[in-house]
C-alpha cells in the first residue's frame, strides 16, 4: 500500500521559517521523483519543487519560491524535504507531497499525499 506523509505544516509568522517532510512507503522511494505543490484557496494546485529520482542531483523551483525554499531527499529515510525560508502570507496553502516514475514501458505511476497546512500570519 503506497503512502505519502506530510508533516510540519503550521502557523508562522512573516519572515519565518519551516521545513516540511514526505515519508513515502509501499514504493521504491529512490526511483521516483518527489515534488511540492501548494494549493491556496480559489487558486489551482501549482508546482513549487520537485527533485530528481536518486541522488536528487537535480532541482527544479517556480520563481515564486526560488531562493527562499530548498528541498532535498534521504532515500535511506524514504523522506523528502522542504525547507521554507522568509515565508510571505502568499505563500499560505495547502502543500502536497508527490512521487511521479515513468517506467520502461512508459506508464506513469503518480502518488500524492494528504497535504499539510502552512499559514503565514502575524
Known amino acids: 500500500q503506497v503512502q505519502l506523509v506530510e508533516s510540519g505544516g503550521g502557523l508562522v509568522q512573516p519572515g519565518g521559517s519551516l521545513r516540511l517532510s514526505c515519508a513515502g512507503s509501499g514504493f521504491t522511494f529512490s526511483h521516483y521523483v518527489m515534488g511540492w505543490f501548494r494549493q491556496a484557496p480559489g487558486k489551482e494546485r501549482e508546482l513549487v519543487a520537485s527533485i530528481s529520482s536518486g541522488d536528487g542531483r537535480t532541482k527544479y523551483y517556480s520563481d515564486s519560491v526560488k531562493g527562499r525554499f530548498t528541498t532535498s531527499r534521504d532515500n535511506d529515510k524514504n523522506t523528502v524535504y522542504l525547507q521554507m525560508t522568509s515565508l510571505q502570507p502568499e505563500d499560505t496553502a495547502v502543500y502536497y507531497c508527490?512521487?511521479?516514475?515513468?517506467?520502461?514501458?512508459?506508464?506513469?505511476?503518480?502518488?500524492w499525499g494528504q497535504g499539510t497546512q502552512v499559514t503565514v500570519s502575524s
Open positions: 508527490n512521487a511521479e516514475v515513468v517506467d520502461y514501458f512508459r506508464r506513469k505511476y503518480t502518488y
